[in-house]
Each structure stands twice: as structure tokens, then as C-alpha cells.
């Protein structure tokens, strides 16, 4: 083949020197020589050269741009400016599309996730409802996430505790058998998730609080019971859920409460309290006695471990006037009581159905200004909660 044939193939077939050179298999420069008569290509190189010529005569130029040979082996360093461009062009075009493929896909999955927590968390729990409060029962974990977040203006809640003695042997036992003594006449209803030892408590009880912190309004508002037992881990669960610890108020079950030969008498319940940031001083709220002393009466306690009536008034007190109260473990329902009577609005969840009958019903009667008697009994009007003293029922716990 001479120069001019060779620069012939190459005009005809539209081809820079760099492309013909990848064809052959030799540098672009070697086939400006080639077609100068400066040097002459080699036989193996004439071979390529002919098998070219022959492809060009057999198809149209167009196709011999789909060769895919020649495809695989030019680089973008070997195209010119302008295909170099379309080049950069279609890789950013090709990174977009992947960009919004990867959007798209995610968006479906959180779609169906979300699909998924819904689907859960109504076929599992059910809700009951006033014009100022709800009632979910179900798992906590299952309806808290589906609470709208920076919502509510306080937490109160009344935790089992896992209490009911020192060592996991006297933990694990029932919660009648734990909470209730000997002589009694009326048998409660036992609840769950009340055997944890101290560390999964503590665990425990960080992860609903850190739950019920995402639903809740920043400078909103705490409190928290506990015994003596769990105090310390409680003190610690309040803090690794993000709150700000500011104080413990006293529940003084006063001298009905156990009494032990040679002993202090177990008559505190401890409240600790705080908020979730900082809190404001001036939120409508008055100063507050650190110490409620309130004997736990029969007809006021409609749970193994029901907090007094007068006792969570007194809580509720604690959060803004009219603002939203959760506690997402109600057991029947004391929490939704007092907030109601004290003209706060209220959300609760409750696992165990004999309780949210139980919390649903006192959450009717609170709204109209009632309150229940344990047992299903009509009950007084809401003032009558406020005398303090009556018929002691035992300690709380
Ligand atoms: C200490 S009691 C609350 C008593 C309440 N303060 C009252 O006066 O009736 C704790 C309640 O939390 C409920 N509970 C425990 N684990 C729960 C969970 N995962 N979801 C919802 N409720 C739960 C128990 O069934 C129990 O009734």
C-alpha cells in the first residue's frame, strides 16, 4: 500500500489518524508518516490496513462506525474537542439519570416502609377518643413513631417499674404477687413488661423515653415516677434519652404506706422531672409543692400500680394550661385523668386490654367532669378528688 492509498482509506472511511493508528494498532503520528512516504507501514500493519479496505468496500461508512472492535479500543483522549464535550455530555447525562433512578428507588422504599409502620401500627392497635383526649391500645413501640413529632407539651408517664425487690428471682415473679400483699380482697389484673433486671430497664427505658422525646415540643415539659430501687437507673435512662434533669418530687403515700419493724417506712414515690431543652419561667405555671402527700385510696386505684387521682392533678399542673400531654404507658389511665380535670389535653398508650377498657372509660367520665370509682362505679364529681385523706388501699407498690 502506498501513502496516497492509505491516506484514500483513511479519508473515505472519515477517520482522524489517531482512529486509523487504533485500528492498526500503531500511534497516530506513525500513520501521518506512513502517509507522508516518510516511513512504510509493516506487512502485519498492510494486513489490518487491507482487512479495513474490505470492511469499507462490504459496508457503508455508518456502519463501519459501529465496528466493535474499533469502538472498544478508541479513549476519550483520542477524540477530539467537540466529541470529547459530547463525550463529558452524555457521562454527566448518564450520572443524572443514575442520580434520579436512585431517588426514585428510594423514595418507593420509604414509601413502602412508611406503608408497612402504618399497616402495623393500625392492624395492632385501635383508638378511642374524646373531644381532648385518645386512647391507643397497642404497644408503645408499635403507635409512638406514629405520633406526629414536636407535638406534645409534656411527657408523663409511670413506667414499670421492674421493682418489687432487690434480686431477679423476686423481679421476675407476677406483678400481683410483687405489688399486692397477702390480705387482700380484691385480686388485680397483672400487667407485663414489669421482670427486667436493672441493666435491661435501664436500656428499656432510655429507648421509650428517647421515643416519646421526638413527639414532643422543644422546652416541653417531664415527669417520670420511680421507687428507690430504680432510681438510679431511671436517673440515668431520663439523661440518655436527651433530657434535661432539673429536680425529684416526692409522692408521700403517707403512714398507710408498708410499714417494717426497725425500718424506715416506704412511703415515697419519686417523680423526676425536667424538660426537654431549656425551660422558661414564665409558662403559666405556679410554684408547685415538691411534696404530695395523698394515701392511696380502694376506690381511686384501678390498677395493681395506679397512681392517685389527686397525685396526677398535681403533675398535670406542671405543663402549660391547655397544653397536650403524653404518656405512653397509661395503665388505666390516671395520667389522661388528671390532665382532663385540670383542663390539659391528652394522648395515652396501654398494651394490655383490660387496662385501656379500664383508661378509656375513666378518660369519658374525666371529660364531663366525673370521676370513676374503681369497680365500674359512676363516681363523684371531679372536686371530690381533691380531700386527701379516705380508705388506704396499701402502698402503690
Ligand atoms: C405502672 S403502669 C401505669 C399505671 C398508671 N399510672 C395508672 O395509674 O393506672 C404501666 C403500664 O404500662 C403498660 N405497658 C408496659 N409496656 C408497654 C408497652 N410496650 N406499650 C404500652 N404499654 C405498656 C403496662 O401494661 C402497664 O399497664
Redesign the pocket.
Known sequence: MNPLDIRALRLGLKYTQARLGLWVGVHASSVGRWERGRHRPRARHIDRLRELQQHAQSETPGEAETDPVLRRRETASDRGPAKRNAAKRNVAKRNAAKRNELKRSTAKQIATIRAALSARATSASTVEHGDRWELHH????DVVPTLPPAHFDALIV????SSGGLHIGTRQQTTHRKYQGARIQHRRQD???DQRDQLSFRTWATDVLRLSYRTLKRSAVFAT?IDWRQLAPMILAVQCAGFTLRGIAVWDKSEAARPTPGRFRAQCEYILWGSKGELPGARGVPVLPGVLRSVVRASDK??L???PTAV?RWLAQFVTPGGKILD????????GVGALLEGRAFVG????GH?ARV?AARLRAAEQGRVMEAGGRRGSSAGAVEGLQGEAAGGGR
Open positions: 397497642g404497644d408503645l413501640f409511670d413506667l414499670p417499674y400487667f407485663d413488661g415516677f384501678h390498677h400500680t395506679g397512681k396526677m405512653p404507658c397509661a395503665g388505666s389511665g390516671t395520667t398508650v396501654e398494651q394490655d387496662y383508661a
